[in-house]
Every structure is written in structure tokens, then in C-alpha cells.
């Protein structure tokens, strides 16, 4: 594949796929409701424990610079079974994470367009599936126009993103806000820091675009870590500014759209359209991100021969096209689906549930690779063993939390396609 991206483009692609606009509107209602007053705290102990893997990612990137990333590190660090497993993993997290973006952002296209459709499942799930196909024909384009696209849209996102942190500090603090609220003990704070894995998820995407970037045992590392760094600091201080204007009974009954309830605690009208174009243009950017993360890592495993051989070939421009193909073709396939069910916030909440176990998996398995990659290495003592061994236990912790307090149907979700990905580690691994 061609080297068409430098250190700034990686930076602005991991802060663009973590989607701060969209993470705010799906996910800080969710953690209010479980952390209360102390959700700024979870999201900046989620964040440490991302910046202990992302300084794994980027020992691992340095030494084994590759597209397949995640994948491809823990089948270097454990073989080829484990390898695959964690193919598995990322495979089921990232699907079920483009249909986590393209529900809403049909449901965000419609409710600037055509209100009265916007409450419809199944108009939601074909608007949805228009932008998959729309981002998949750009991203077949080639991946530098792909960054460009996301990139600009970042901008737009954190320069409206700071406004209204701004305006919601400014204004007075409400009554009954959540900010006023005692802190909660330990249990709902580590659920709130569960659910913040989906809202920090994102920045890893660099890693998978080694292979286009120039000085590629390098920028990618940093480029992680850069984008989780200035999207985290955003983040927190939109978190801290909205608890002011915010109650938790609010925040729970918006927990699908928390900040169409900020922009409308500011004083709605201007505000209220201008942060609902805000979450779509989000959703845009991380919609891109995430199709790129993941045609990449299937482009990898093709190549290896874990999936079909086709998916690891490259077209006459050297973009891996059968994967992308293939990837935009079962996102719409998901998006479709999400019309079964009977409301767009019981899909939502299902799969960013879900989705954020399997990502937490992920990125332990990873850090442990980490861990076994450099164990012994003197100069990598601390960014490729300590702190990626804190990051396993922190999120075996936080991962253990988080099932726990799953409902039915998720629980059996999760313990149903993790379970799923046994045999096709067993059958893959093989060979």
C-alpha cells in the first residue's frame, strides 16, 4: 500500500474515530446514570488505563509495524490459535461498531430532514445504510482523501465542541444538577468507566494504517497516542462543564441523545440544531475511521491466510478493495438489520453495550502481548511491560464489573459470540 500519511493526519484520524461529539451524545448519559457526579473521574481513569495500552501499541507498532495491528501482535506474542482469536474479537467489535454509528446517524440525518421519520426504525436503518455506502465508495477512492474528509470534519466538531463547553460553563449551575450530587462509591464508578471504553475507543485506528504512513515504526505510536491525549482533554472538559446544566433524571431520560438535552439546557434553538449537526458530522468522521480500521485489519488477516486469500489483495492503486467490499457490504448488512427492532434506543444501547466488553477484550489481550513481546527487555521495562501489565489487570477488573451488572440479553450476547470465536480459533489456528 502506498505512504500517504504523515504524523498530523495520524493524530487528527485517532481523534476523529474516537468521535468526541457522538461518544457525548450516546455514551455520557449512560455513565451519568451510573457514575453520577463522579462520571468526569471515569473518564479520566478510563483514560490512563487507554494511555497504558496505547504505550504497548506503540512499543509493538515500533518493533512489528503492520496492518493488522491488535491481531496481529497477539498471534506474534502467543501463535497463531490465540492470534486468531483475537481476529475474532476485533472482527465482532468493530462490525457490531459500525452499526453503532450508521443507526444514528440515520436517525440524526432524518431528524434535520424529514422529523417525522425520524422515530422509525426502519427509516432509520435505510438512511443508515446510505451512509455506509457513502463512506465505503469514498474510502474505495483511496485513503488519503478518506483522512482529509475526516480530518476537516474533526475541526468543525471540537471548535462547536469547545463553544459549548464554554457556554455551558458560563451559564449558571441548575438546580438539582448532576455536579451537586454526592460521589458514588466504587462499584458505579467502574461501570461508568465500562461504558467509557466505547467513549475513549478509537484511537488505535492509527495503529492499522502502519503500513500507509511515512516513518511507519514511529507515527503511528504517537499518532494513538496524541489523538486519545487531545480528544480525552476535550472530553473531560465538556463532561465537567455539562454536569452544571445538567440532572441526572434529565441525562436518563436523554441517554440516546444527551446532547440534543445539553443544547436544550443552554437555552435550545440555535444551540439544539447546531449540536445535533455537530453529533452528525461526528458520526461521519468516526463512520470513516472505523471503516478504514477494519478493512485494514481484514486486509491483514487475508493475507496471512486466517480469512479467504481474496480479502488480503490490493487493486491497480494498492487499496485493498475486496476487503473494503466486504466490509461495506456487512455493515449494510447490520445496519439493515437494526430494523427489527423496536426502537432506535433499545438497538443502540444493545450494541454499544455489548461492543464495549469485546473492545475492553481486545485491548487486554493486546496489553498482554505486550507484556510477553518485550518481557526482559531492559529498555522497554516500563512503556512495553509495566504499564501495559497495569492496563490487563485494570481492565480484567473493569471487564469483570461490567458483566456482572449486564442484563440477560447481553450477558448472553457477549458469552454467545465470544464463545462462537473458540471454534474459529481452533479451525483457523490450525492451519
Do not use: K
Not at 114 to 121: C, I, V
Not at 380 to 388: K, N, T
Amino acid at each position: 500500500m502506498r505512504r500517504v500519511l504523515g504524523l498530523g493526519d495520524l493524530v487528527l484520524i485517532a481523534a476523529a474515530s474516537i468521535a468526541p461529539a457522538f461518544s457525548l451524545a450516546t455514551t455520557f448519559g449512560p455513565m451519568v446514570d451510573a457514575g453520577g457526579s463522579g462520571t468526569p473521574l471515569a473518564l479520566l481513569a478510563v483514560t490512563a488505563i487507554m494511555l497504558c495500552v496505547a504505550a504497548g501499541y506503540r512499543r509493538m507498532g515500533a518493533r512489528h509495524p503492520n496492518a493488522g495491528s491488535a491481531y496481529s501482535w497477539v498471534r506474534i506474542a502467543f501463535g497463531t490459535p490465540a492470534g486468531a482469536y483475537a481476529a475474532w474479537i476485533l472482527i465482532v467489535a468493530n462490525v457490531f461498531a459500525i452499526a453503532a454509528t450508521s443507526i444514528p446517524a440515520g436517525a440524526y440525518t432524518l431528524a434535520l430532514l424529514a422529523p417525522g421519520l425520524a422515530a422509525s426504525p426502519q427509516a432509520d436503518a435505510v438512511t443508515g445504510t446510505a451512509w455506509v455506502l457513502a463512506c465505503g465508495f469514498l474510502l474505495a477512492s483511496g485513503l488519503r482523501p478518506s483522512a482529509r474528509a475526516a480530518n476537516a470534519l474533526l475541526i468543525l466538531e471540537l471548535i462547536v465542541l469547545i463553544a459549548a463547553a464554554g457556554a455551558a460553563f458560563a451559564h449558571p449551575v441548575v438546580a438539582h444538577a448532576v455536579r451537586s450530587a454526592a460521589l458514588p462509591t466504587l462499584g458505579p464508578l467502574i461501570g461508568a468507566m465500562a461504558i467509557g471504553i466505547w467513549m475513549t475507543d478509537g484511537w488505535e485506528v492509527s495503529a492499522t494504517t502502519a503500513e500507509e504512513a511515512h516513518d511507519a515504526h514511529r507515527a503511528p505510536g504517537l499518532g494513538g497516542i496524541g489523538g486519545l491525549l487531545v480528544t480525552a482533554a476535550v472530553l473531560g472538559a465538556c463532561m465537567i462543564a455539562f454536569v452544571r446544566v445538567g440532572t441526572a433524571g434529565g441525562f436518563a431520560a436523554n441517554e440516546g441523545d444527551a446532547m440534543a438535552y445539553v443544547g436544550a439546557a443552554l437555552g435550545g434553538g440555535a444551540w439544539r440544531t447546531v449540536l445535533t449537526l455537530t453529533v452528525l458530522v461526528s458520526l461521519a468522521a468516526s463512520l470513516q475511521t472505523t471503516l478504514v480500521y477494519l478493512t485494514r485489519s481484514v486486509y491483514a488477516m487475508g493475507r496471512d491466510g486466517l480469512l479467504p486469500v481474496a480479502f488480503g489483495g490490493l487493486d491497480a492503486r494498492l487499496q485493498p478493495r475486496p476487503a473494503i467490499l466486504a466490509l461495506t457490504a456487512l455493515g449494510v448488512a447490520f445496519t439493515l438489520g437494526s430494523a427489527l427492532s423496536p426502537n432506535l434506543r433499545d438497538a443502540l444501547a444493545f450494541v454499544i453495550g455489548g461492543t464495549s466488553v469485546f473492545l475492553g477484550v481486545l485491548f487486554l489481550l493486546s496489553s498482554a502481548a505486550a507484556v510477553r513481546m518485550f518481557a526482559g527487555e531492559r529498555a522497554a521495562r516500563i512503556d512495553g511491560v509495566a504499564l501495559p501489565a497495569l492496563a490487563v489487570v485494570l481492565l480484567a477488573i473493569v471487564l469483570s464489573v461490567a458483566l456482572w451488572q449486564a442484563n440477560a440479553p447481553a450477558r448472553l450476547f457477549i458469552a454467545g459470540a465470544g464463545a462462537l470465536g473458540l471454534p474459529f480459533a481452533w479451525w483457523r489456528g490450525r492451519r
